[in-house]
């Protein structure tokens, strides 16, 4: 069974950190785009981090609203990706999804279910 489970979110203060992880199984992570998007209350679900890297070749991509805040990685051999998240704001509250779509076909993708992460004090 192919699919991505997400872990890590919870409740924090403004200003705190928190890393969200990834686990995939059933198909090879190294072959896919890794990415994870946000869905705030009353919102569209958004991009905010996506990797590309392959071999040496460094590929990562951020939203404005994180860039600087956020780091993706990921790790092939554990089929896992990371969202580390730092000064965190309450804007920033919102469910986030891990999304992983083939490289050489773009219809195939799969969604985690969601972590909740909340920013408040």
């Known amino acids: 069974q192919k699919q991505l489970v997400e872990s890590g979110g919870g409740l924090v203060q403004p200003g705190g950190s928190l890393t969200l992880s990834c686990t995939g199984s059933?198909?090879?992570?190294?072959?896919?785009?890794l990415s994870w998007y946000r869905q705030g209350l009353g919102k569209e679900r958004e991009l905010v981090a996506i990797?590309?890297?392959?071999?040496?070749?460094?590929?990562?991509n951020y939203a404005e609203s994180v860039k600087g805040r956020f780091t993706i990685s990921r790790d092939n051999i554990k089929s896992t990706v990371s969202l580390q998240m730092t000064s965190l704001k309450p804007e920033d509250t919102a469910v986030y999804f891990c999304?992983?779509?083939?490289?050489?076909?773009?219809?195939?993708?799969?969604w985690g279910q969601g972590t909740q992460v909340t920013v408040s004090s």
């Open positions: 999304h992983a779509r083939a490289r050489f076909d773009s219809t195939t993708d799969y």
């Open positions: 990797e590309n890297s392959v071999g040496t070749y460094s590929n990562t």
């Open positions: 059933g198909f090879a992570f190294t072959n896919y785009i």
